[in-house]
């Protein structure tokens, strides 16, 4: 057993039974099968929250997963969708997020809940971590010393397989540029448009990275170097026209364009470089 798995060990036993917020990525699918292990299946709960915004096959993974380790699992409806304020999307749209899921947990059960943030995030802007810390959230690959690239070798010493090499798949509404609202609308056309183009580009492979970013006078792809190298005109023209075809009438007319991927490119920023 790694080091970091007795660490992780340690922390899930000092909490005692949990319940467990899981996305559908690595991160959360890896924290709720190492919990199975350290815990045993009755002292731990899974929960699930469905939306317009988790892809389906981030839920698929979440069902395969609990069927095939026999977890609790609740499928939810955290309720973001009624809430005015993640609509606006402003922002620090993840902490009013975060906070209708948290809510919406804490209502099904009194254990405590567990994240699957790790020390990576710790150095991004998160303000999901702020609903976190308001509802009293514990973070037990953090406690655990445990960064991004640790999970993922936590996910092969549990042997999850192809998990572990999951690509960073933040939620559909962090395609949507700040000041746009989110509507379901929009994020089924952007998860289309990223298996689209996904498709055409062989983007399961290792490396490459598909992102459709919704701003408020174009749409953008942003890829990962290689892709965006490799693409000729004739794909680009081919792609244009099958994604104007895929856009609700909420979009309708936006330009397209393709551009190089980068990390939280839709949120806006202050004259001075700050994030709002």
Known sequence: MSAARIRLDAVLQEIGAVAVAVSGGVDSLTLASAARRALGPEAMLVLHARSPAVPAEASRRVRVQAAAQGWALRAINAGEFADPAYRANPVNRCFYCKSNLYSAIRRLTDRPI????????????????????????????IEARIDKATVRALARELGLGAIAELPAAPCLSSRVETGIPIEPETLRFVHTVERLVGAHLGAGQAGRTVRCRVRKTRVVIELDPLSLATLVEADRSSLHKRISAEAPPNLAGLTVSFAPYRTGSTFLLTPAGETR
């Open 114 to 141: 567990v994240s699957g943030a790790n020390l990576d995030d710790l150095g991004e802007y998160r303000p999901g971590l702020e609903a976190a810390r308001d509802h009293g959230i514990r973070h037990p690959y």
